[in-house]
RNA sequence: GCCUGAGUGGCGAAAUUGGUAUACGCGCCAGACUCAAAAUCUGGUGGUGGCAACACCGUGAGAGUUCGAGUCUCUCCUCAGGCACCA
């Protein structure tokens, strides 16, 4: 009898899946694709160290769902790719003295030769690399398209700046006030940069949401990002002039307590409206602003700080005449960058209204809320207006629509919905992404690079290290820089910013099944037969900004007329974290564990099935290796059973315990909670085996299939010992359970006497409560807590249990 | 501070969504096989008391609803992740 050897079935298996083309589609059965089922997860960045343990784990998850819906009758493509572009691979190149041409190539080499290793289900005939200019040519191309349709401007813009990596950053590289990779502290600057108009987008890019099979923390969490608050605009007029300023507020109905109006350092306004006599503190002010760096900038703890400009404005309701101040508590980017101040009822105006002395005006009174002007903070929660003329007396919501209504027809002011969301900046002063394809003429301004001259190809440059001035390195590429233009002719220069990878991978998911087209990025036809993805599933770390970006490209591809599809992912999951001796694993954390040599030892499907039977999925697990003993057991007892499964019908206990498991497992592996589809399986074969019975083989070919997902190399050897030919996945269908199988005859019923316990009395499944009432008062255990006793109810619950409520003994 | 999750044996975790808490696995204990070990197989394994039948306690803490609560409601504690001067 041969015993299990895991590397000698994963090796047959993978080289047959290679030479028989098993995972592979063409070009033509990507065009004419019947129950086609995309099964996409999120493609990793090739790092030097290689797929650690938590990559395995995504990607086995997601690899079982595709192996699932394949044995279910879809046909399933599963592609991979590498998003190789990127400042973490300049960094790690420039750490290590090599360049990320080289680099990365090799690092691609090692991640396929791991993927192929751990049995994913992979079509390698469409893979994608950010890096290739066959990729990147159509990035650029995007990016064109963007910019033909106005979605991407150019303009100068306060950036995050790393001293450290000599860049840019975007906020979300900014950690704690630093560097997301080097941990350095931010500080700005002011660059012309290229930003992606998503804004325009932010109200359809929420209303989509709850139509998105996404699970709830995911679609929260993009909500928030998106940040809509609905408030309104008002205008107060400048005393002695014909200016005005506009504030953004969500609280009209605190107006009349607005005693003071702020702006930001930055606004555009503050030096018109200086005082000569101010003059110097405010310019000092707004010079220190600039100078702070944003970990100063983000703490919300310290003390408010701020400049009065020497000038008023009116507030329109009441016509008092108040102070505008500035400070950096305002912020530029959000609203008008400009507030009107309500002490009273908003506790950062309250606390700059203490700290400089301004006047705190209490204009709603709160049931439980404070009832005059001598606050210990402010009161932020509703109630009924005063001190607010003819709108004393209402409540906060009626008087919002009240006030704004009013301003509305003097011409002051309008509803209106702002969103936290900005712009998305993509501009990278680094070498390693795709140039962006625009060329600086003295004429004729920024001109797209014509579409038939893209790719922009990087240049191979030996020194692309970032320099102090924030320049790109590629500006140092004088023959690469200076071209002429492509309108006028004349001499003209290459834009040198490379743009950020997030633009790459906003995309990526469209190319791969359009691979095989050279002449376009991708092919209408194709996509729409197979997006929206029917299965995204990736980190939540990405469930914010990826996601976002490309849905927003998505929908701007489709307002461009290219696809019919609005939403890229019908559904998303993220799946969980691994989590190592308490601290999750992470390549930070120094506790990342290296797949390779577990799979030597194990085999791949044994570290699959172990990973998997770890926790629910969605949730991750507690990584501890000696957990691993579980799953390759069981994989030896299936090996067992398999070789002495004579031939013949099942047993009725094991038919019904095998249908009651494969409902279960079906459910599971629907649901994503492989661990309790792991653990039926694991049942079933203990019932299979028990106290030494041998096995049939209708018993155990079903119990092959639905191990099939989860360790793809022994069930495709099992299936062909059972006789039947590969691939199992082309051959095998996914078991289905009778429901009436699942019936049985007798129950163990639970009997429960005053809410407790007392006894289990197994019955026929058949009985009416009344026998089964005869039969529970008969046990003596029940019959000890009743005979004495008033019944005042029972209640059965079928199939679970039966509820005695007695009274006091008589 | 705000938004998400999550707290169940020695450990990873189950619990058909209000119905017999601890399935499945790890570990541990005992036994079989073996000269021995590993591997494998068999049985046991929440706590306290009891020879036992059984009783009481037990799902982060406390209250509540219910015949019945890990599950629902309220108050609180702890941990993880995210956001954070967003007017």
């Known amino acids: 009898?041969?015993?299990?050897?895991?590397?000698?079935?994963?090796?047959?298996?993978?080289?047959?899946?290679?030479?028989?083309?098993?995972?592979?589609?063409?070009?033509?059965k990507l065009r004419h694709a019947e129950k086609p089922y995309y099964n996409l997860m999120m493609f990793p960045y090739p790092s030097a160290e290689g797929l650690h343990i938590g990559n395995i784990y995504a990607y086995t998850?997601?690899?079982?769902?595709?192996?699932?819906?394949?044995?279910?009758?879809?046909?399933?493509?599963?592609?991979?790719?590498?998003?190789?572009?990127?400042?973490?691979?300049?960094?790690?190149?420039?750490?290590?003295?090599?360049?990320?041409?080289?680099?990365?190539?090799?690092?691609i080499a090692n991640f396929t030769k791991q993927l192929r290793r751990i049995g994913g289900m992979f079509d390698w005939n469409h893979t994608v690399d950010t890096t290739d200019p066959d990729y990147y040519r159509w990035t650029q191309w995007i990016f064109v398209q963007l910019f033909k349709a106005g979605l991407v401007v150019r303009r100068k813009s306060a950036v995050n700046w790393c001293p450290q990596c000599k860049t840019v950053l975007a906020n979300e590289q900014v950690i704690d006030g630093k560097c997301e990779r080097c941990d350095a502290q931010v500080g700005q600057r002011r660059l012309?940069?290229?930003?992606?108009?998503?804004?325009e987008y932010a109200d359809r890019l929420l209303k989509n949401i709850p139509q998105l099979d996404w699970s709830e923390t995911t679609k929260v969490a993009q909500t928030n990002w998106i940040g809509a608050s609905d408030g309104a605009y008002v205008d107060f007029a400048v005393a002695d002039s014909d200016m005005s300023i506009k504030v953004f507020t969500t609280r009209p109905d605190t107006l009349f307590g607005a005693t003071y109006m702020v702006l930001a350092p930055e606004h555009s306004l503050v030096a018109e409206l200086t005082d000569s006599s101010q003059s110097e503190s405010v310019q000092a002010y707004v010079e220190s602003a600039r100078q702070w760096d944003i970990v100063e900038r983000q703490k919300t703890d310290r003390d408010k700080t701020g400049v009065f400009l020497g000038s008023h404005c009116i507030n329109p309701v009441n016509r008092k005449s108040i102070p505008i101040w500035i400070s950096d508590y305002v912020l530029a980017e959000y609203g008008t960058g400009a507030i009107m101040a309500v002490p009273a009822h908003d506790q950062r105006d309250f606390e700059f209204a203490v700290k400089f002395d301004l006047p705190i005006q209490l204009v709603i009174q709160g049931a439980d809320g404070p009832q005059n002007d001598s606050l210990d903070a402010a009161y932020s929660g509703d109630g009924v207006l005063?001190?607010?003329?003819?709108?004393?007396?209402?409540?906060?919501?009626?008087?919002?629509?009240?006030?704004?209504?009013?301003?509305?027809?003097?011409?002051?002011?309008?509803?209106?919905?702002?969103?936290?969301?900005?712009?998305?900046?993509?501009?990278?002063?680094?070498?390693?992404?795709?140039?962006?394809?625009?060329?600086?003429?003295?004429?004729?301004?920024?001109?797209?690079?014509?579409?038939?001259?893209?790719?922009?190809?990087?240049?191979?440059?030996?020194?692309?290290?970032?320099?102090?001035?924030?320049?790109?390195?590629?500006?140092?590429?004088?023959?690469?820089?200076?071209?002429?233009?492509?309108?006028c002719g004349k001499d003209a220069k290459r834009e040198t910013d490379v743009s950020d990878t997030f633009l790459d991978s906003a995309w990526y998911f469209l190319r791969y099944p359009c691979t095989d087209i050279e002449d376009a990025p991708f092919n209408s036809e194709i996509l729409d037969s197979w997006l929206p993805v029917h299965s995204y599933i990736g980190g939540n770390e990405h469930a914010v900004l990826h996601l976002l970006y490309s849905r927003f490209l998505t929908m701007a591809l489709h307002d461009l007329g290219f696809t019919k599809f609005e939403e890229p992912y019908q559904k998303f999951r993220a799946h969980g974290l691994l989590i190592r001796d308490g601290k999750k694993i992470s390549k930070s954390r120094g506790n990342i564990v290296v797949p390779d040599d577990l799979i030597v030892k194990y085999g791949a499907d044994t570290v699959r099935m172990y990973l998997m039977f770890l926790g629910p999925f969605e949730q991750g697990g507690d990584y501890q290796e000696h957990g691993i003993h579980g799953p390759r057991t069981f994989l030896n007892r299936l090996w067992q059973s398999v070789e002495e499964a004579e031939a013949g019908e099942c047993e009725p206990d094991v038919e019904r315990a095998l249908h009651a498991t494969i409902e279960r497992v079906t459910r599971s592996i629907r649901e994503l909670r492989y661990n309790t589809a792991v653990a039926s399986m694991m049942e079933y074969l203990n019932t299979v085996r028990a106290e030494g019975r041998r096995p049939k083989v209708e018993e155990v070919s079903p119990l092959v299939v639905m191990v099939a997902p989860f360790c793809p190399h022994i069930a495709e050897e099992l299936f062909e010992k059972l006789g039947r030919s590969s691939s199992i996945f082309d051959n095998a269908s996914w078991p289905v359970y009778d429901p009436k199988l699942l019936e049985e005859q007798f129950v163990e019923l639970g009997i429960q006497v005053n809410g407790k316990l007392r006894a289990t009395i197994r019955a026929d499944t058949n009985a009416t409560q009344d026998e089964l009432q005869e039969l529970a008062l008969e046990h003596p255990n029940v019959a000890r807590y009743t005979s004495d006793a008033d019944i005042k109810k029972v209640i059965h619950v079928p199939g679970r249990m039966l509820s005695i409520v007695v009274g006091k003994s008589r």
């Not at 044995?71 to 090599?98: C, Q, W, Y």
């Not at 012309?192 to 804004?199: A, E, H, K, N, S």
């Not at 501009?427 to 797209?448: E, L, N």
């Open 1 to 28: 009898m041969n015993t299990y050897d895991p590397t000698l079935v994963e090796t047959k298996w993978q080289r047959r899946w290679d030479e028989q083309g098993t995972n592979l589609f063409d070009e033509a």
């Open 61 to 107: 998850g997601a690899d079982i769902q595709g192996r699932f819906q394949r044995l279910n009758g879809k046909r399933v493509f599963e592609p991979m790719g590498f998003d190789a572009f990127g400042i973490h691979s300049e960094n790690f190149a420039l750490k290590i003295g090599t360049n990320p041409n080289e680099l990365i190539p090799s690092n």
């Open 192 to 199: 012309p940069q290229w930003f992606v108009r998503i804004t």
């Open 386 to 487: 005063v001190n607010s003329d003819k709108f004393d007396g209402l409540d906060s919501e009626d008087a919002k629509n009240r006030i704004v209504a009013d301003l509305q027809d003097r011409g002051l002011g309008e509803a209106v919905t702002t969103y936290r969301l900005h712009d998305w900046c993509i501009s990278r002063q680094r070498y390693w992404g795709p140039p962006i394809p625009i060329i600086h003429c003295p004429d004729c301004g920024p001109v797209a690079v014509p579409e038939q001259d893209l790719p922009v190809v990087l240049p191979y440059l030996e020194d692309f290290k970032p320099n102090e001035e924030g320049e790109s390195p590629l500006s140092r590429d004088t023959t690469w820089c200076n071209v002429s233009c492509p309108k």
